[in-house]
């Protein structure tokens, strides 16, 4: 049986509203205190945002890969490590796309989340955490230190994949990848959640082969393809399926998937 459940959160683990359900929540428990399995929560939000979710979950003992892998924390709130963008890539970033009205910029920077522009119905997001943002403005005032992901949000995916490309032909020191239709997120090269899930995992005296892994988004790719087992919601990215055709599919995070398929495999 696996030793390691490494699950995302939003579009997997967590319902539609962005919640943690009771089920989702007794069966993390149960497989933490009473099977020995160890819980690694691996997702695009900020570290600050998911200590919050861990302390809501309540387990013991587990890892919180945030920041699509640019910071890992252990069940203490310790980060054990993270990868910081270097300065003058920052600064780059951070105007890349300041006079496109059609995307907003935002940047996960030490302990805070800075956007470029005030949307207030973003924070439907965060029904698990009080978490928000600062609006910043593009006049050189927001530091350049300490900033593990840089990222662009639009209701325009055509306009998401051109800035894709873009980054991809530019920005050869980044790593690129789409956390959902409309976020198109930014770390260090050869950041990625199953690089940080590897780490944890030798951390905690396994290999990937003893992980099974749940996730909807091209930022789940790695960590997917990585596990001895990865399993694709079924309202996951049809690009996430169409890169791991041989995948198996579980269900739909509208209906609690990954707890009942957990509970099925671990006979709870």
Not at 23 to 31: D, F, N, P, S, V
Not at 250 to 266: C, E, H, K, M
Request: with cysteine.
């Amino acid at each position: 049986m696996f030793k390691v459940v490494a699950s995302d959160l939003d579009g997997t683990l967590l319902a539609p509203d962005h919640s943690l359900t009771t089920l989702a929540k007794e069966t993390l428990q149960t497989l933490s205190k009473n099977k020995g399995v160890d819980v690694v929560l691996a997702t695009g939000r900020h570290h600050v945002d998911v200590a919050r979710i861990r302390n809501n979950l309540n387990i013991d003992h587990g890892y919180f890969i945030a920041s699509n892998g640019a910071v890992v924390q252990n069940s203490a709130g310790e980060i054990i490590f993270e990868h910081v963008i270097p300065a003058e890539l920052a600064a780059r970033l951070y105007d890349l796309v300041k006079d496109d009205k059609e995307i907003l910029t935002n940047v996960y920077r030490k302990d805070e989340w800075h956007m470029n522009n005030d949307v207030p119905e973003v924070k439907k997001w965060f029904t698990e955490s009080n978490f928000t943002y600062k609006v910043f403005k593009h006049d050189g005032s927001l530091p350049l230190d300490g900033v593990h992901k840089v990222f662009y949000v639009s209701l325009n995916h055509d306009r998401l994949l051109q800035l894709e490309q873009q980054l991809i032909e530019s920005f050869p020191d980044v790593a690129v990848c789409f956390a959902s239709t409309f976020s198109l997120e930014v770390m260090q090269k050869g950041v990625s959640k199953g690089n940080a899930l590897e780490e944890v995992v030798k951390l905690l005296g396994h290999t990937m082969q003893d992980v099974v892994s749940f996730g909807d988004s091209m930022n789940d790719l790695e960590m997917l393809s990585m596990s001895g087992k990865g399993c694709l919601m079924e309202n996951a990215q049809q690009r996430l399926k169409d890169s791991l055709p041989s995948n198996d599919i579980i269900g739909s995070n509208t209906s609690d998937a990954v707890p009942n398929y957990l509970r099925r495999i671990y006979s709870l």
